[in-house]
C-alpha cells in the first residue's frame, strides 16, 4: 500500500477520506507526494496557487474546509487550487514546510497563497479556530479579489449547493493499524 521508504498515515484513511472529498469535490488537486508538491508548487509562471494544508482537526478544520470551499466560488479565485492532508500525506507536507513556508511555524489546518514557489499570504491555524467558516471565506475573499485573476466561481452554484461539509473530530477518528 505504502511505499517503505514513505511514513505512514497516521490515522484511518478510510475514515479522513470524506475529508479529503469535500476539498476534491471543489476542484482541489491532492499534493500526495513530495514529488507532485515540488512540482506543482515550485513552478515560476505566475500562478497564484491556493493550498490548503487539510486536517482532522474538528475545532479549525471544521471552519477552514468549509470557508476554503465558499471562498473559490468567488468571481475571482486562484488559478490552481491544491491540497495535502496532514497526517496522512506526512513526506508531501514535509517538503511543503520546509520549502515554501520556511520560518512559518507549522499548524494544521492551514491557508496559503503562492507564486512563483514564495507564499503571498498564509493563514495558520490560530487566524482560522474561534472563526466561523464566513469569516475565514471573507478573508479568503479579500485576498483572492487582491491577487487572483482568473474567474470563478471553481464549480456551479448547483453542485456547490449539493455539497456536504465533512464534519469529525480527529480525537475519534481511529489510528492507522498498517
Known sequence: MFNINQKPPIYDPEAVQPMRDELLYMGFEELTTPEIAEEVLGSKNDEVIFLVINSVCGCAAGSARP??????????????????????????????????????????????????????FVMPRH???????????????????????????????EAYGKLVHARACGSKIPLNQN
Open 67 to 120: 470557508g476554503a470551499c465558499h471562498a473559490v466560488q468567488n468571481d475571482l479565485i486562484p488559478d490552481r487550487l491544491v491540497t495535502a492532508f496532514a497526517g496522512q500525506d506526512r513526506d508531501a507536507i514535509d517538503l511543503i514546510r520546509e520549502k515554501y513556508l520556511t520560518n512559518i511555524p507549522p499548524s494544521s489546518p492551514f491557508m496559503a497563497l503562492i507564486k512563483n514557489g514564495e507564499p503571498i
Open 127 to 157: 487566524h482560522i479556530e474561534g472563526r466561523s467558516p464566513q469569516e475565514v471565506a471573507d478573508s479568503l475573499i479579500d485576498q483572492f479579489n487582491e491577487n487572483c485573476k482568473k474567474q470563478g466561481p471553481a464549480i456551479s452554484d
